[in-house]
């Protein structure tokens, strides 16, 4: 997986995270059925819409999505609706799965399965950004979207691992994708949430959440119909699909994979007291279930995702540390220490 550093105002953040999805985006994204889908919304009144909303609240965010544009030689209407590709239709090939929960010595651990077009794999990348406005981080990278909507973290420790959620109701509002951008620039847990928690929205997202120095975890469901936000006191897994109670009555697409995914996690939640980074690794790498694995590899999946990294967070009072996984399980990819 690539490594990448990139430094510069808004524009030029967004230009060089557009300059290493080009070849992607040209060759590959522009062929799919999401993305044809999803581009010939751009003039829709919803997309307007947001665009509006995005230039006149987060006008830096709007600034790197034109230098992503300019990056990748990409017409800003269709690099905007790609952006906003969950908040206009109701089922993308983002999947994920997450857990979390807190070990023996008292640090968080945060593990998280990026899910996506598995004919990108070799086109993403590990990303360190320090922009001239806004905090520093480090993040996961698909070529032709900004940062903030997969793993995460930030010069102050604070992690944000995202899974996708596919929600009926997707009312006039913020895109999903720039809120979460937006929450990068979060100091504090609570300022995270609230960004997060944003209202009013369009898309869904779930955010597991935590921060180095503090000892609390939360689930986070945020979505276009209102949000709920847990703080968690045990070992908890997600597979993209809403699961807190309070919001049971928003409709929602299930795919068998998130179903079957979920179900596994929840048997195997009850045999967990306690999480460290190894046992968490070792489930989001289980394929227990031939058809619907938690660790997706298969050019059949229903879905069309397949697991392309694999990041585990441990947070301690001091330091983070990020280990990255692909498809050799034993051995990270890269690994990232921040104090």
């Excluded at 040209?26 to 947001?50: C, G, R, S």
């Excluded at 703080?231 to 993209?240: E, K, M, P, Q, Y």
Aim: hydrophobic letters at 40%; a negative charge; aromatic letters at 6%.
């Amino acid at each position: 997986m690539k490594k990448i550093i990139i430094c510069g105002s808004a524009f030029a953040v967004g230009q060089q995270l557009g300059e290493f999805g080009r070849t992607a985006w040209h060759q590959k994204l522009t062929q799919t059925a999401l993305w044809q889908t999803v581009t010939a919304m751009k003039d829709a009144p919803q997309t307007i819409n947001m665009r509006q909303q995005v230039e006149a609240q987060f006008p830096l965010i709007w600034q790197e999505l034109v230098g992503l544009a300019e990056g990748l030689h990409a017409p800003i209407d269709e690099v905007f609706a790609w952006n906003c590709r969950g908040d206009l239709v109701r089922s993308t090939s983002d999947g994920c799965t997450t857990v979390a929960g807190k070990g023996v010595n008292g640090e968080l651990i945060i593990a998280h399965n990026e899910d996506g077009f598995p004919q990108l794999r070799d086109d993403c990348a590990i990303v360190s950004i320090t922009p001239d406005e806004g905090l520093a981080f480090t993040s996961f990278a698909y070529p032709g979207s900004i940062c903030g909507h997969t793993v995460a973290v930030n010069e102050k420790g604070v992690v944000n691992t995202v899974n996708n959620i596919r929600a009926l109701h997707r009312p006039d509002g913020l895109p999903r994708q720039i809120l979460a951008r937006a929450a990068l620039n979060a100091s504090t847990l609570d300022e995270a949430i609230a960004i997060l928690t944003t209202e009013p929205r369009v898309g869904a997202f779930h955010h597991t959440l935590g921060q180095m120095g503090d000892s609390r975890l939360f689930s986070v469901e945020a979505t276009g119909s209102g949000s709920s936000v847990i703080l968690l006191t045990g070992v908890f897994a997600h597979a993209n699909h809403l699961i807190h109670s309070q919001l049971a009555a928003v409709e929602q697409v299930i795919t068998a994979s998130s179903g079957s995914r979920q179900q596994r996690l929840t048997e195997w939640q009850k045999t967990q007291t306690q999480l460290d980074g190894a046992s968490a690794k070792a489930i989001l790498s289980e394929q227990h279930d031939a058809v619907l694995p938690i660790y997706r590899l298969s050019p059949q999946d229903p879905d069309e995702e397949n697991t392309l990294a694999t990041a585990v967070f441990t947070l301690g009072s001091e330091k983070t540390t990020l280990q990255v996984f692909t498809l050799d399980r034993q051995h990270p990819a890269q690994q990232y220490c921040i104090d």
